[in-house]
């Protein structure tokens, strides 16, 4: 299972970017998606999970202005970041939990793309 992850870049205090993560490969069934973050010098943190039946939860630091969403059948999970700060400064990794057929059997694995980068600027 591979997690691609695109749409980080620079933005102005204010500005809007939206994260975009593909997952392709093989599983029986993905379980929650989500979006994690670490700034310089911090441990990674979650954003905001979304579960395969679309219940979300957020970080108190980006409740009313992260948004997360899920397209099943794109195998894709979004994160709309509207009037960021400088503080949401951070690498941005997305995370899945995947079921998957095993040698016997099957298992549950957490899976992260390789991260893309939000910086806003003051």
């Known amino acids: 299972v591979q997690l691609q992850a695109s749409g980080g870049g620079l933005v102005q205090d204010g500005g809007s970017l939206r994260l975009s993560c593909v997952a392709s490969?093989?599983?029986?069934?993905?379980?929650?998606m989500g979006w994690y973050r670490q700034a310089p010098g911090k441990q990674r943190e979650l954003v905001a999970p979304?579960?395969?039946?679309?219940?979300?939860n957020y970080a108190d630091s980006v409740k009313v202005r992260f948004i997360i969403s899920r397209d099943n059948t794109k195998n894709t999970v979004y994160l709309q970041m509207n009037s960021l700060k400088p503080e949401d400064t951070a690498v941005y990794y997305c995370?899945?939990?995947?079921?998957?057929?095993?040698?016997?059997?099957?298992?549950?694995?957490?899976?992260w793309g390789q991260g893309t980068l939000v910086t806003v600027s003051s």
């Open positions: 995370n899945a939990d995947v079921i998957e057929r095993r040698r016997i059997g099957w298992g549950t694995s957490g899976y």
């Open positions: 490969g093989s599983w029986i069934s993905i379980n929650s």
């Open positions: 979304v579960t395969s039946g679309g219940n979300t």
